[in-house]
């Protein structure tokens, strides 16, 4: 038989995932596929589980100089309605899933999955999202890009729990972000790309790319970025080929049920291009 655990405070929370073995559900929209069962209804977890979304601790969106917060239960939905959360994360979570799952799903849970089609992932890890984890032991932060290790794989001990999503206040020029998927909502990324960049008189201050399932979790090279900063923008319009050569190497899609990686490989590198050459 399985334990569901509902804490309603976050104390009471760590203090369960401390003393049992527990898978923990946010909004359940992954785990609730990942679990289903055909003979047992609703759903078939195989082990104990606890519930966090009435912990109201996790439910806040704030800010303060350098960082906006994300509380790990807050729904998909009041993060696109927050006027704190950049421009970029709002308009990639509407076009994630759709306005009944995104009432309960959560930006935690899309992360804790880690997916290589995670659409969150691309615009968190361009905006260098950082990871707040916290046990009964403590509090640490993390950057997302080490937080996840692999396909469906995260740095984060049995007794520790995702509290908040934090990310860096920056301010750009142009951010922008494409998905392309077989429809326009409920659907699941065959691709996706966000780009950004700040410029100043002309001058490239900031430049950042990311591609979405095209490898095992998100691309971003900052060693290539860094290439282009410095320079003026015709500069880098004019070296749109020679950039798109250097991220060749790094879009390594698979076929799967969703595409193929001809298609993958050959969209991804047409929206960089593209990107490039919309600098304004
Ligand atoms: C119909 C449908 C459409 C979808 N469309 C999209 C889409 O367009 N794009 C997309 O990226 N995804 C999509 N998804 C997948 C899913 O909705 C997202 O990944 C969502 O963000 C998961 O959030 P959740 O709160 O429901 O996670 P849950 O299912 O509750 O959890 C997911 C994983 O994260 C872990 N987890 C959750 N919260 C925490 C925490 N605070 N600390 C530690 N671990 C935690 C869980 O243990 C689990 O392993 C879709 C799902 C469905 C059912």
């Known amino acids: 038989m399985v334990t569901s655990y509902i804490p309603l405070n976050l104390d009471e929370c760590l203090k369960i995932l401390s003393d049992k073995q527990v898978r923990i559900v946010a909004g359940g929209t992954d785990m609730l596929i990942q679990n289903r069962s055909h003979t047992s209804m609703p759903i078939g977890f195989k082990s104990d589980v606890c519930y966090i979304s009435n912990i109201e601790e996790l439910k806040k969106i704030y800010e303060d100089e350098t ?11 009041a993060i696109m309605e927050s006027e704190l959360v950049p421009e970029l994360l709002k308009n990639t979570i509407l ?19 880690a997916s290589p089609a995670g659409d969150s992932l691309v615009p968190l890890y361009l905006l260098d999202a950082l990871v ?6 403590g509090v640490s932060k993390v950057a997302l890009s080490d937080f996840i290790t692999g396909v469906r794989k995260i740095d984060l001990e049995k007794d520790e729990l995702i509290t908040k999503v934090i990310i860096p206040k920056i301010s750009f020029t142009k ?9 326009l909502s409920d659907a699941i990324s065959k691709l996706s790309f966000a780009g950004a960049y700040k410029l100043e008189n002309d001058l490239v201050k900031d430049i950042r790319i990311a591609f979405g399932s095209v490898n095992v979790t998100v ?7 860094e290439r282009l900063i410095g320079k003026t923008k015709d500069e880098v319009k004019k070296m749109v080929s020679e950039i798109v050569d250097w991220y060749e190497e790094f879009i390594k899609p698979i076929d799967d049920q ?20 919309n600098i304004e």
């Not at 951010?175 to 429809?183: A, I, Q, T």
């Open 132 to 137: 707040e984890k916290r046990s009964i032991k």
């Open 219 to 225: 691309v971003r090279r900052r060693d290539l970025e």
């Open 175 to 183: 951010s922008y972000f494409k998905k392309v998927g077989p429809r």
């Open 258 to 277: 969703r595409s193929n990686k001809e298609y993958r490989k050959s969209i991804s590198l047409k929206l960089l291009r593209s990107f490039i050459e």
């Open 95 to 113: 076009e994630m899933a759709s306005p009944a799952i995104r009432h309960t799903a959560t930006l935690a849970g899309n992360i804790g999955n």
């Open 67 to 77: 960082f906006v917060y994300i509380g790990s239960v807050c729904s998909l939905e």
